[in-house]
T-cell receptor, first 115, second 119 residues
Framework: GENVEQHPSTLSVQEGDSAVIKCTYS??????FPWYKQELGKRPQLIID?????GEKKDQRIAVTLNKTAKHFSLHITETQPEDSAVYFC??????????????FGTGTRLKVLA | GAVVSQHPSWVICKSGTSVKIECRSL??????MFWYRQFPKQSLMLMAT?????????EQGVEKDKFLINHASLTLSTLTVTSAHPEDSSFYIC???????????????FGDGTRLSIL
């Protein structure tokens, strides 16, 4: 089955700097890669996603890149702000024969933006 | 605003009690919902996929008789933790996915989670 690895587990950056979180996946059939932000005790919220037919996607300060050949994808946050501090999870999802799309989540990255 | 509502948000009960958690899709009909368990400072582990009108699909290692799932309508799935024990204490989160268009995967929207504490 699918396995998703995420690095780093913790990341501290100065306000205004960039943050990069990387994930690798094992199943070449995976075709959808969402990123979620989870603040302490709250629901995971979708911040950006990318499909396998696209190499890069950007939404204001957030961007995601996908390298299908290497089976890895990354989250890039530019001009970080204290409110970006949270745990970020990547996930991989495929389209199995049963038609049920499941997420396999990475282990999470705790991002701390220092003011 | 939230598109998935989960209730209750916090439960404290005695060992041996059964606890029911509800997950409602507010803005769309969800033929598929998902139940996750999250331990402190850890990732979300998929427990089961809830399918409207049919049996849930459980992940390996998850006891179906322990964690009963009922998806009786297109907007409601319930998870019942039967005869709960302290080791069942955890954060349980549900999600719902909008119906796919063609072969396109759609994002999952999560509920607020239920913190379950068994004494």
């Amino acid at each position: 089955g699918e396995n998703v690895e995420q690095h780093p587990s913790t990341l501290s950056v100065q306000e205004g700097d960039s943050a990069v979180i990387k994930c690798t996946y094992s199943d070449s059939a995976s075709n959808y890669f969402p990123w979620y932000k989870q603040e302490l005790g709250k629901r995971p919220q979708l911040i950006i996603d990318i499909r396998s037919n696209v190499g890069e996607k950007k939404d204001q300060r957030i961007a995601v890149t996908l390298n299908k050949t290497a089976k890895h994808f990354s989250l890039h946050i530019t001009e970080t702000q204290p409110e970006d501090s949270a745990v970020y999870f990547c996930a991989a999802s495929n389209a199995p024969s049963s038609g049920t799309y499941k997420y396999i989540f990475g282990t999470g990255t705790r991002l701390k933006v220092l003011a | 605003g939230a598109v998935v509502s989960q209730h209750p948000s916090w439960v404290i009960c005695k060992s041996g009690t059964s606890v029911k958690i509800e997950c409602r899709s507010l803005d769309f009909q969800a033929t598929t919902m998902f139940w996750y368990r999250q331990f402190p400072k850890q990732s979300l582990m998929l427990m089961a996929t809830s399918n409207e009108g049919s049996k849930a699909t459980y992940e390996q290692g998850v006891e179906k008789d322990k964690f009963l799932i009922n998806h009786a309508s297109l907007t409601l799935s319930t998870l019942t933790v039967t005869s709960a024990h302290p080791e069942d204490s955890s954060f349980y989160i549900c999600s719902a996915r909008r119906p796919s268009t063609g072969n396109s995967n759609q994002p999952q929207h999560f509920g607020d989670g239920t913190r379950l504490s068994i004494l």
